[in-house]
């Protein structure tokens, strides 16, 4: 199975600065197609997920700007900008190159 | 609007059998892959089974730990997905959310097995 590792654990940040979250994973997520299967997800307190990035770097619908994905074949990057209150909850990286699809074990924002 | 509510949740001894019901409407569900994923009292995700739809077979996968365990299948006639879950461990524990993976997920139901 592929393994998704995200750093850090948590974050704490003060509204109107940066985020990054890290998420490495443990095989090169690259189809053949020239796909890389790599999505970011939100889940606010008491919510279900919702996807923030698909395909590495593609801003899912209705999701600010402030949010950005990008990476090579195995190492991906999620950068907020401009943090704000509403972004509080869990960030979780997942693969969907292959089954079992896979998910990081998350990162938890916090604000300062 | 896309609804996908869950259904069926409960404590239940281990050993026993549980099903789960997703019912949904507000998108082409005939067409649609439907999956559940659990979420660990950790908070870790775990992606379970999937179905993709009738021109694909209805072909499923499942994550190992389930397998000859649990079942997912699908009723299109009432656009609802199901997860019959069989000879169920305490690390089975966990909310589980129905969806379609990408933009579409429940509210999800809790079971918790334990004696």
């Known amino acids: 199975d592929i393994v998704l590792t995200q750093a850090p654990l948590s974050v704490s940040v003060t509204p109107g600065e940066s985020a990054s979250i890290s998420c490495r994973s443990s095989?090169?997520?690259?189809?053949?197609?020239?796909?890389?299967?790599l999505y970011w997800y939100l889940q606010k307190p008491g919510k279900s997920p919702q996807l923030l990035i698909y395909?590495?770097?593609n801003l899912a619908s209705g999701v600010p700007d402030r949010f950005s994905g990008s990476g090579s074949e195995t190492d991906f990057t999620l950068k907020i900008s401009k943090v704000e209150t509403e972004d509080v909850g869990v960030y979780y990286c997942?693969?969907?190159?292959?089954?079992?699809?896979?998910f990081g074990s998350g990162t938890k924002l916090e604000i300062k | 609007e896309v609804q996908l509510v869950e259904t069926g949740g409960g404590l239940v001894q281990p050993g026993k059998s549980l099903k789960l019901t997703c019912a949904t409407s507000?998108?082409?569900?005939?067409?649609?892959?439907m999956h559940w994923v659990r979420q660990s009292p950790d908070k870790r995700l775990e992606w379970i089974a999937r179905?993709?739809?009738?021109?694909?077979?209805?072909?499923?996968d499942y994550v190992e730990s389930v397998k000859g365990r649990f079942t997912i299948s699908r009723d299109d006639s009432k656009s609802s997905v199901y997860l019959q879950m069989n000879s169920l461990k305490e690390e089975d524990t966990a909310t589980y959310y129905c969806?379609?993976?990408?933009?579409?997920w429940g509210q999800g139901v809790m079971v918790t097995v334990s004696s």
């Open positions: 969806t379609t993976i990408l933009t579409d």
């Open positions: 507000g998108f082409t569900f005939s067409t649609a892959w």
């Open positions: 179905i993709k739809d009738k021109s694909n077979n209805y072909a499923t």
């Open positions: 095989k090169s997520l690259l189809s053949s197609k020239g796909i890389t299967s």
């Open positions: 395909r590495m770097s």
């Open positions: 997942a693969q969907f190159l292959e089954y079992p699809l896979t």
